[in-house]
């Protein structure tokens, strides 16, 4: 399930999308199906991998109607529908840090402002935005002023770089990173060391999701400490392109692994 059309700043989601499927051809039958078309399609197929499909909120009715029959009819969906994290909306984020993990300090609306720590700008997102998509850094007068909806205050927090981090099922894959914060998707490979792994390991743990792909991002803060920023556990791009051509090797042997792993499961309602 992929939106081959989709623009995405800074990167051609297509481009990988066309790679990974020509690769998965060795494998399996594979049709490419737009998100809006997903449900008319899915019961003739042993499994839906959903990849760059584009937020969710560009077609939540049609998204909606196919998890509620993936879920009543036991499909195999990689990933699988049981995520906490952003397949269903930012709230984790506030959850997350009120239990003490390592996140960026979130607060959900204006009223929780007094629980981050003072700074003079905050970043402003949607609960269930994606991709950028409506996000806005705010100075405290402004911060002040915006109405009431779903939104998510954090404070505008100093950082070094970012780094993700790419699993299969709870396999690490390997990771990028961004040398220059202000160019979120020139990436270079990044060697973690056992606490980095650590740290990510600590959310795909807490996530619980068996069968899918998903990418820890995090940010170096210039104290030298790691902060979750987001736990991608639907459709997270990959970056493939940005990595060498044996690890993407390795890859999709991991990934044609664990979609046969998951074709074969025997299944709840199948």
């Not at 995520?83 to 840090?97: E, N």
């Not at 390997?174 to 650590?198: F, K, N, V």
Request: with cysteine.
């Amino acid at each position: 399930m992929t939106d081959l059309s989709y623009e995405a700043r800074g990167r051609r989601y297509c481009d990988e999308d066309i790679y990974l499927s020509s690769q998965l051809r060795e494998a399996f039958d594979v049709a490419l199906c737009h998100p809006t078309g997903a449900l008319a399609l899915m019961d003739r197929f042993d499994v839906v991998l959903v990849r760059n499909s584009g937020p969710v909120i560009y077609y939540p009715d049609q998204y909606e109607a196919f998890r509620e029959h993936a879920l009543a009819t036991g499909a195999r969906v990689f990933n699988e529908l049981t995520g906490k994290a952003d397949m269903v909306g930012k709230q984790y984020l506030v959850d997350l840090y009120q239990a003490g993990y390592p996140v960026i300090p979130t607060v959900a609306g204006i009223e929780g402002l007094d629980r981050l720590p003072d700074c003079q700008a905050y970043v402003v997102k949607p609960e269930f935005g994606a991709d950028s998509v409506g996000l806005r850094i705010l100075d405290q007068t402004q911060l002040r002023g915006i109405g009431e909806g779903d939104v998510l205050i954090q404070p505008h927090v100093e950082i070094d770089y970012e780094v993700s981090f790419y699993f299969i099922d709870h396999t690490f894959e390997y990771a990028l990173y961004t040398p220059d914060p202000a160019q979120r998707w020139q990436l270079r490979a990044y060697e973690p060391t056992q606490a980095d792994l650590g740290f990510a390991r600590r959310f795909i743990d807490w996530n619980g999701v068996g069968h899918g792909i998903q990418r820890v991002d995090a940010c170096r803060t210039a104290e030298g400490t790691l902060l979750l920023v987001e736990l991608e556990d639907l459709n997270p791009y990959l970056s493939l392109d940005s990595i060498s051509e044996q690890r993407r090797q390795r890859f999709v042997r991991q990934l044609t692994g664990a979609l046969s792993e998951l074709a074969s499961a025997d299944l709840p309602g199948r």
